[in-house]
């Protein structure tokens, strides 16, 4: 079974910290929440928007 957890806040980063003590995981990547590390909203927009224009194979 795949399971992804996103923890927001200190309640929710021990939760998630809970679901790793509870089970033996192969492959887990931590993610930074410091403002300095999060990304600019605008240009995560741009990027999906970007993603979604090479992915669209209905239109050609």
């Known amino acids: 079974m795949k399971l992804a957890l996103i923890g927001v806040g200190q309640a929710g980063g021990k939760v998630v910290d809970e679901f790793l ?5 192969t492959d887990v990547r931590p993610l930074e929440d410091a403002r300095a590390e999060v990304p600019n909203l605008e240009e995560l927009r741009e990027r999906v928007e970007r993603l979604e224009e090479a992915t669209d194979v209905e239109g050609r």
């Open 21 to 25: 003590a509870y089970d033996a995981l």
